[in-house]
């Protein structure tokens, strides 16, 4: 098996050229030359956005918010957590706060980023910053979503319970609260021990 | 809060229209009428084949294969599962066994479906199906890959030294890693409780 201390060559970006383009997305095709020599015409959406943001926000120690809303992409509603776009000049911790007024009725006195997640690396460029909040406050803020969002809490626990709903799919969600769930484990655990 | 008992009207299409296509991606531009009477145009991408596959194939009970391959969207190496597109008229079962002989030269005489995970449900209709595989026997078939992708094994209750390596970020796999770790250790449990 080979060793991940093999790094390899980049291929050469031999052509770049735009497809097509629409408000939210560019589509960009790509002639490759590998190191071996193999030619390949590869595609790839850009996203035109200052980045994304999404929130494992905590009403409490063992309980996490979640948000149902309308996903076009199935035309069905879905569990998820609350996130958004980052607007031009925003920083990311800015983004959480907001979007959680928004989307939850929440404020947080502290927000943490977790991780960064990409969504599908062979073919986009976007990458999501997940953010850990807490110490949260009742405020609301007028967003830009087309109808109130329903909002739950669950407890971050029990994660196999949200993956036996039909409406829980999206990786970046699980993913998050799986990272977060351990994190909260594992600082629970170096408590106790000390 | 809102409880989830709360069933949302899903919003009517007003009108879809074709905005873009290239090989693999097709933009559609939707005009939707929410419960509430607000209106809003939203963008969504069209997959165009027949589904994906991810392997979180296990070359022993300890242990996941993991590819090192090109990753167009950030024009870099990215560290990820085996995966790949479902060809017309295949099953997942089949479409997984040869992702896994093509990407990393062993087939599973034992591959189960695990979970169907989302990508960006508000934007996409992609759906990716993850399959647990093992009890591998080696075996390479010929792939598409322009190069041999790198193939490494890594202990599957390590995740957190998977996470804080730069090339390891994507939200699928991560998601799918988490799921099958908590599947493996909830049987052993239960085994050992026996």
Known sequence: MASSEISPTKPSILRRRDLASSRLFAIEELELRFANGA???????????????MLVAMPDPDHV???RE?????DEYALTLPKGLVDPG????????RELMEECGYGANRIEPLVELSLAPNY???RMHVLLASDLYEKRLDGDEPEPLLVESHPIEDITGLLAREDFHEARAIAALYI???KLRSERESESWW
């Open 90 to 97: 925003e920083d990311i911790i800015t983004a959480a706060n």
């Open 70 to 74: 309308y996903a076009a992409g199935f």
């Open 124 to 126: 986009m460029n976007h």
């Open 65 to 67: 918010l979640l948000i």
């Open 180 to 182: 977060a769930r351990d």
């Open 39 to 53: 030619e390949r015409t590869f595609e790839r959406l850009k996203g035109k956005g200052s980045g994304a943001v």
